[in-house]
């Protein structure tokens, strides 16, 4: 299965911009890239998912690569409510292997 | 609207005992999953149903855990004689059909504390 690296952790200020990355080198000409963000006691919800082009939701955008070997998902204005693990994964026929994630911490 | 339902919430077992745990997917979801997931760390993949057929168990940790799906709606993960190292929670989710363009929908969870 191709793998994802992300940052342990990253922090924010409340109402700015957050760009979380996700290293994906290995990633193959199929494979969707898919974010989600897990709060705690409670189960990971989907953010986002794109294949080559950039994608725009109402919880956040996905910017990719053009080599597709990493990609950034963007939340535009940061709240309190989005501090939590967020997770790239490149789901694999029914296999998904999500990592520890990023812990975005958001200060007010 | 209805979502991944999961239960027991919460379950506490003696170590040997064996457990059974219930996932209710979203209404008309071909694809189900479950996941274990250790305090700290990411979900990490247990086994995947497409109806009641189960293609990938490659991620069951031994021959203790089961899983099934009969009539592929509900599914039961059982883990029989249970050991400390399977305190976890134990998460379920269900797409419309397979992965790969379609996003996971997560019940929150069983969290299973052996004694």
């Known amino acids: 299965d191709a793998k994802t690296t992300q940052p342990n952790s990253m922090e924010s200020n409340e109402e700015e911009p957050v760009h979380l990355p996700c290293n994906h080198s290995?990633?193959?000409?199929?494979?969707?890239i898919h974010w989600y963000r897990q709060l705690p006691s409670q189960g990971p919800e989907y953010v986002i998912h794109?294949?080559?082009s950039n994608v725009n939701n109402r919880m956040a955008s996905l910017a990719i690569a053009e080599d597709r070997k990493s990609s950034t998902l963007i939340l535009h204005r940061a709240t309190l409510r989005d501090a939590a693990v967020y997770y790239c994964?490149?789901?694999?026929?029914?296999?998904?292997?999500f990592g520890d994630g990023t812990t975005l911490t958001v200060k007010p | 609207g209805a979502g991944v339902s999961q239960s027991p919430r919460y379950k506490v077992a003696k170590r040997g005992q064996d457990v059974a745990l219930r996932c209710d997917p979203i209404?008309?979801?071909?694809?189900l999953f479950w996941y274990q997931q250790a305090l700290g760390q990411g979900p990490e993949f247990l086994t995947y149903?497409?109806?009641?057929?189960?293609?990938?168990k490659s991620g069951l940790p031994s021959d203790r855990f089961f899983a099934e799906r009969p009539e592929g709606s509900v599914s039961t993960l059982k883990i029989q004689r249970t050991q400390q190292e399977d305190s976890a929670v134990y998460l379920c989710?269900?797409?419309?059909?397979?992965?790969?363009?379609?996003?996971?929908?997560f019940g929150d969870g069983t969290r299973l504390s052996i004694l």
């Open positions: 209404s008309g979801h071909v694809s």
């Open positions: 149903f497409q109806n009641e057929a189960q293609l990938d």
């Open positions: 794109g294949l080559t």
């Open positions: 290995t990633i193959s000409g199929t494979d969707y």
């Open positions: 994964i490149l789901p694999n026929a029914g296999k998904s292997t």
């Open positions: 989710a269900s797409s419309h059909l397979g992965t790969l363009n379609q996003p996971q929908h």
